[in-house]
């Protein structure tokens, strides 16, 4: 058995962490202050957002994508600092990154779209929207969905970038909405008084605003009756109520002041010859 010269290996071995000892001690010094660093960093772009008053959510997520970034960054530094080859690392993280964003198109679009909403805020929580053909109150604002709640009482959850891409209708962001009501009478009903009945019905309600006024007024000599256009004002809030409330009262109005709601009918003359 060949004897081993522990010597030449020792030797070998005291060079190899003279070499490397200075490498690598400095590498730990970079990590730690480095992260301490992010740790600043996260908390300063915390305050920006802060003071930008974007929603939580939003606020938490900017944070912490800050610092994976820096984090990412910080560890390929720390790792060529030491001698790892980091070209192949970097050209393997980007096509990795390549393949799961082609195989979350969708979630990446919902992300980018809940990013967007917190931004530019469209609506926010409490506010009455329609889009993609549903009405609800928006409950709450996530990074991926939208969830709204239905006049039905049921939960609709909307990603965030169909919300984006397509129309949406924001009935709360002014702060007050007409209620748009199709109210018919008799061709034989005094029409001014008709409408007297159903001005004074709208301005009874203490729910319908007063700036702008209501509205009543002839809008269609249809096959049976002449239509009236009855416009309230309301709050957001009230739109539901105030929207049933006018419609029975104007009825039981209507009927107190003998002025008839027709049905629709036909006139059939008979000829004999």
């Not at 740790?39 to 957002?49: S, Y």
């Not at 679009?109 to 609506?123: E, R, S």
């Not at 199709?182 to 301005?203: C, F, H, P, R, W």
């Not at 700036?211 to 957001?236: E, G, I, K, Q, Y």
Request: a negative charge.
């Amino acid at each position: 058995m060949e004897n081993i010269d522990w010597n030449a290996w020792i030797d070998k071995g005291g060079e190899l962490i003279m070499s490397y000892a200075p490498k690598v001690l400095l590498a730990i010094l970079v990590l730690i202050i480095g992260m301490r660093i992010i740790k600043l960093v996260q908390k300063a772009v915390r305050k920006a957002c802060d003071r930008s008053k974007m929603e939580e959510a939003l606020k938490s997520f900017v944070a912490s994508l800050a610092g994976w970034i820096l984090k990412i960054v910080l560890f390929i530094a720390v790792a060529d600092m030491v001698g790892v080859e980091t070209t192949s690392f970097v050209a393997i993280v980007g096509a990795a990154g390549l393949a799961v964003g082609l195989a979350l198109q969708g979630t990446l679009a919902n992300f980018a779209g809940g990013v967007l909403i917190m931004i530019f805020k469209p609506y926010k929580v409490g506010s009455l929207v329609e889009s993609q053909g549903v009405l609800g109150v928006v409950k709450e604002i996530q990074i991926f969905n939208t969830v709204l709640l239905t006049p039905e009482n049921k939960t609709a959850i909307m990603p965030n970038g169909a919300v984006m891409n397509n129309h949406l209708i924001n009935y709360t962001r002014e702060g007050k909405i007409r209620v748009d009501l199709t109210i018919g009478v008799s061709y034989d009903s005094d029409i001014k008084q008709a409408k007297e009945v159903m001005m004074n019905v709208m301005l009874a309600d203490d729910r319908v605003l007063k700036d702008p006024a209501p509205t009543c007024a002839v809008s269609a000599l249809a096959d049976s009756s002449v239509n009236f256009a009855v416009r309230p004002w309301c709050h957001p809030d009230h739109y539901w109520d105030v929207y049933f409330d006018t419609l029975e009262n104007c009825k039981l109005a209507l009927d107190n002041a003998n002025i008839s709601i027709p049905f629709p009918q036909v006139d059939v003359h008979m000829i004999n010859n």
